[in-house]
């Protein structure tokens, strides 16, 4: 978010934007790791996937490319249920371990993987559409202010400023009061 945010004025050509998503690709799976994998997140090595993620992400935020409906939809879907994702992996990896173990014994890792990145997505999409879009529209419904009531800062000629201005920049003298 902070990337895109921050880059949204930088143009960048379509043949700049397809060179960086490649050469960032091609350090992320043929850098070189020495003794291995905890170098990922010490030293040196983990200032160049740093830099190499960060640039395919800025590829991709940069790439006027717009991809089929077949694609697109599954992949907004995703999206909004990624947090889902990122919560429900470990639990859903558990479940299925267990079932998989005692339905029927040992199971190849990759099967367990699968099964659990497709329960994954698919617990995860379906909270999402029961539970958590519900209580955005709530929460954006709740939070808007009645007719009338505005937040005053107590400025000299009453002045009107936004929350923000009260609780960054600290302008204000008095409490704000609701009126």
């Not at 050509?13 to 350090?27: C, E, K, P, Y």
């Not at 014994?105 to 698919?122: D, E, N, R, S």
């Not at 379906?126 to 955005?136: C, D, H, K, N, S």
């Not at 937040?151 to 936004?162: D, P």
Request: net charge positive.
């Amino acid at each position: 978010m902070a990337l895109y945010y921050n880059t949204r004025r930088l143009a960048l050509g379509r043949s700049i934007t397809l060179g960086l998503m490649l050469v960032s690709a091609a350090i992320l799976f043929w850098y070189p790791i020495k003794s291995g994998l905890a170098r990922i997140v010490t030293g040196f090595d983990r200032v160049v996937f740093v830099a190499a993620v960060t640039a395919f992400v800025l590829s991709f935020c940069k790439l006027e490319a717009a991809p089929p409906a077949w694609i697109a939809s599954p992949l907004a879907a995703f999206g909004v249920a990624s947090y889902g994702v990122y919560i429900l992996h470990p639990i859903v990896f558990l479940f299925v371990d267990l079932c998989v173990g005692s339905l029927w014994g040992p199971a190849h890792p990759y099967t367990v993987m699968g099964l659990t990145a497709a329960g994954t997505i698919v617990l995860a999409s379906v909270l999402y559409e029961r539970f958590e879009a519900p209580l955005i529209q709530l929460g954006k419904r709740s939070d808007q202010r009645p007719e009338g009531r505005q937040l005053r800062t107590g400025q000299a000629g009453g002045a009107m400023t936004t929350l923000p201005d009260l609780v960054f920049t600290r302008r204000c003298s008095a409490r704000p009061v609701l009126q």
